[in-house]
């Protein structure tokens, strides 16, 4: 893990919005993607999220489970238990498909649709079912496709599994944006933006599985050094992107976080792990604010 991996848009998203997984548990002793926050009276968990994985890549480090157990209420990107299927697809259609007579090909333009093409054909996406889909829409499609060929699967993700414990456990649920609000995000990007995003999922889907991979190992082991130097710098380099789903994001969260702080109830919170890292994450916004911030560590096996 020590040479530079090439982070296509799309997975930065999955990290940012919804992010996939890889290795089998590891219970030796190391550090985790995930934070604690001391309130005045509470403990706040900030936990990096893996949206999807494959049935290999649980159970997770059970200090993560520890941290579950601890906590009265979750907090996720989503309220996860109040999503309506029926409302989200309604709204998915609203805001990802082309409302004119305009195909995916006229959005693209002939050259890079010309482009698209030869990439979908090399891994295999069939283009012509995303010809009336907006190219933010698009690729998420093709990105789901490809990491669902792989085994990657949304009902396994932390999110899906942490929220079916606190169901079983009668925990709150909670959320910090709306599924339209979420889709508003990337409905609203300039089509520039949106090109990039769809050309950059087709062009990694050859190389997704190393990617997750590396992801998840540096995800498993809290290895921030390499989240920084291998995603976040990408998003970076894609302003509005950045901007729109990274750093106004982490602002208005870490807002929402400090009215937790005088609370007497402990929380587990679940956001993308992007947000989580380099010095406009959360943690590092909440410590810049005075608050005591701290990695926590999968033990040693006993």
Known sequence: MNAPVRIGIRTLLLIAIALPGALPAAEGGHPLSMWQIDGLHNRIYLLGSIHLLREKDHPLPSAIYDAY????????????????????????????????????????????????EKLALATEIPLNL????EPWYAAMNVEL??????????????????????????????????????????????????REMFMQALSEGNTMLELMDSMIE?????????????????????????KTIVVDRNANWTRQIEDLMDDDI?????????????????????????????????????
Do not use: C
């Open 69 to 116: 157990n601890d906590a009265e209420t979750l907090i996720m990107e989503l309220d996860m238990d109040d999503v309506d299927p029926i409302a989200t697809q309604a709204m998915t259609v609203e805001l990802g498909l082309i409302k004119d007579n305009r195909t995916l090909a006229d959005l693209l333009g002939p050259d890079v649709y010309a482009e698209a």
């Open 130 to 133: 995303l010809s009336r889909a």
């Open 145 to 194: 496709m490809l990491l669902m060929r792989m085994g990657f699967n949304p009902s396994l993700g932390i999110e899906t599994h942490l929220m079916e414990m606190a169901q079983n456990d009668h925990k709150e649920i909670l959320g910090f944006e709306t599924m339209r609000e979420q889709l508003e995000f990337l409905d609203g990007l300039s089509p520039e933006a949106q």
């Open 218 to 242: 540096a995800w498993r082991n809290g290895d921030t050094e390499f989240l920084e130097d291998n995603l976040l710098s990408d998003m970076q380099d894609y302003p509005e992107l950045n």
């Open 266 to 302: 402990d929380y587990l919170i679940i956001v993308g792990t992007l947000h989580l890292v380099g010095e406009g994450g959360v943690p590092g916004l909440l410590a810049r604010r005075g608050y005591t911030v701290t990695q926590l560590q999968q033990p040693s096996k006993q």
